[in-house]
């Protein structure tokens, strides 16, 4: 699995509006599985990320993002490439077929041309901190499996 960038910053909660579950999952993720972990604030929504890289060395966030202190958590890897609008046709087939191989995450191509992938916790989800080193490092596989042929892909 690819390892954490070592250039990133240091392990930091920013500002003081951090949402419960956030706290939860950045101590989990910190404290359980050694990762380096970043929190912050975004407006209304707190987040934990962490940086990791493809293995062409493509950098990218996953993010566990909450809007309020109940379990609403969804996580987001935002920008894993950028797709110019005439290959778009080539890359869509492929996400739909990424998307019925990886049933649990989506991949999404939005309208800026960045395929994002995105996981949601079930609202009725009692701990979403308990399984979020399960969640990191099933999105890291994923995104090792996948991004070779998304890159392809995106090059027509």
Same mark, same amino acid.
């Given at each position: 699995?690819?390892?954490?960038?070592?250039?990133?910053?240091?392990?930091?909660?920013?500002?003081?509006?951090?949402?419960?579950?956030?706290?939860?999952?950045?101590?989990?993720? @910190?404290?359980?599985? !050694?990762?380096?972990? $970043?929190?912050?604030?975004?407006?209304?929504?707190?987040?934990?990320?962490?940086?990791?890289?493809?293995?062409?060395?493509?950098?990218?966030?996953?993010? $566990?993002?909450?809007?309020?202190?109940?379990?609403?958590?969804?996580?987001?890897? $935002? !920008?894993?490439?950028?797709?110019?609008? =005439? +290959? =778009?046709? @080539?890359? +869509?087939?492929?996400?739909?077929?990424?998307?019925?191989?990886?049933?649990?995450?989506? $991949?999404?191509?939005?309208?800026?041309?960045?395929?994002?992938?995105?996981?949601?916790?079930?609202?009725?989800?009692?701990?979403?901190? =308990? =399984?979020?080193?399960?969640?990191?490092?099933?999105?890291?596989?994923?995104?090792?499996?996948?991004?070779?042929? +998304?890159?392809?892909?995106?090059?027509?």
């Amino acid at each position: 699995l690819p390892f954490p960038l070592p250039d990133a910053a240091e392990d930091k909660k920013e500002n003081t509006m951090i949402h419960k579950m956030t706290d939860a999952i950045y101590d989990t993720l @910190k404290n359980k599985s !050694g990762f380096k972990v $970043f929190a912050e604030e975004c407006g209304s929504a707190s987040n934990v990320w962490l940086q990791f890289a493809t293995d062409n060395n493509t950098p990218y966030q996953i993010r $566990f993002i909450s809007t309020d202190d109940n379990n609403d958590v969804a996580v987001r890897v $935002f !920008g894993l490439l950028n797709v110019e609008n =005439s +290959l =778009s046709d @080539k890359v +869509l087939p492929l996400i739909n077929r990424l998307n019925a191989a990886y049933r649990f995450v989506k $991949f999404v191509l939005d309208n800026e041309g960045n395929v994002n992938l995105e996981y949601d916790y079930l609202y009725c989800c009692p701990d979403p901190a =308990s =399984s979020a080193e399960e969640i990191v490092m099933r999105i890291v596989k994923i995104i090792e499996e996948a991004h070779p042929a +998304l890159l392809r892909a995106s090059r027509g």
